[in-house]
């Protein structure tokens, strides 16, 4: 069988496995309705595992962004640069750097801010794609105005 990547956009609640599942009465979980209308029952530990919660149904906010940091590693290397790693939360890592010129005016904490707001912005990117890919799919394509269909830039 071929595998495929699927991201939807779903709304969820806490709620008990229906009698019908035969599971433990009082099985928690979530009651889960598609954009369609599909309901559904998704034990609470698998649906986390799946799915991140998002601010609001078309956009992605700060808050959404922050939630993916997991861990942070901080390094100095060569008295003059800041190294920052951070892992988001489904174990993916983004890394940067900054420097400065003269190592006496070094100052980790500001080059770590300067990492983390170059990251946090990395993170946008990506949820913005996935936020998209969950509300249109991925075969869903728009026109974009500023390229005329014979205009492909890189192809």
């Known amino acids: 069988m071929k595998k495929y990547i699927g991201v939807k956009l779903v709304d969820a ?15 928690q979980g979530m009651d889960v ?3 369609d209308g599909y309901k559904s029952w ?14 609001k149904h ?4 700060q808050e959404d962004v922050d939630n ?6 901080v390094k100095t290397i060569g008295g003059k640069t800041t190294f920052v790693q951070v892992m988001l939360r489904n174990g993916f890592t983004l890394e940067e750097t900054s ?37 249109y799919g991925f075969n869903h ?4 105005p500023l390229l005329k269909t014979t205009e492909r830039p890189g192809l």
């Open 33 to 35: 309705v598609y954009r």
């Open 13 to 27: 609640e806490p709620g008990e496995a229906p009698a019908k599942l035969g599971l433990p009465y009082g099985t």
């Open 42 to 55: 998704c034990p609470k530990n698998i649906f986390e595992a799946q799915n991140v919660g998002i601010g």
């Open 58 to 61: 078309n956009t992605v906010t």
């Open 99 to 135: 420097s400065c010129v003269d190592p006496a005016n070094y100052n980790e904490g500001m080059g770590v801010d300067i990492c983390m707001a170059k990251i946090k912005d990395k993170i946008w990117y990506l949820l913005e794609f996935l936020l998209q890919s969950a509300l």
């Open 68 to 73: 993916m940091i997991g861990d942070v590693l």
């Open 141 to 144: 394509v728009k026109p974009n």
